[in-house]
């Protein structure tokens, strides 16, 4: 499972190389979905939290939401449509809430999920808009 998820993420970062074409700029959009990805493993750890299938797979989810939100600001940083925060708030918005409800489910699977991809989503977002901002104004 350890072995398919990783090849999920890199699969991921071919992707965005291919996309993107700027070593900088993947390392730029990848660094916050580690770091949330890193921040959210943590806490489970930290809770004692046995990490399952599910929880590896709400992990990958985390990398691959997460890569939106930072493809997001990294456009924004190139000086594209600023209107697109608008866009990001409700798709944060709406997945917190749909990750916050299966993270309320008695069924364990689900709420394996929902602890894991909810609160890394947001973490992610936050991270994208700090680290790919700042990088993209300097």
């Known amino acids: 499972a350890i072995s398919l998820c990783a090849a999920g993420v890199a699969v991921i970062a071919i ?52 890569s939106n939100y930072a493809l997001f600001f990294d456009r924004l940083a190139a000086g594209r449509d600023p209107a697109t925060l608008a866009s990001l708030a409700v798709a944060s918005l709406t997945t917190a809430i749909g990750f916050g409800t299966l993270a309320l489910s008695q069924v364990p699977v689900l709420h394996a999920i929902g602890v894991t991809v909810g609160p890394g989503a947001i973490l992610a977002l936050l991270l994208s808009a700090i680290f790919v901002r700042r990088a993209g104004t300097s």
């Open 15 to 66: 992707l965005l190389a291919a996309a993107l074409r700027s070593a900088s700029r993947v390392a730029r959009v990848l660094a916050p979905l580690a770091a949330a990805v890193a921040v959210v493993a943590a806490v489970h750890a930290l809770a004692g939290t046995r990490l399952t299938i599910p929880h590896l797979i709400g992990l990958v989810l985390i990398v691959a939401i997460g």
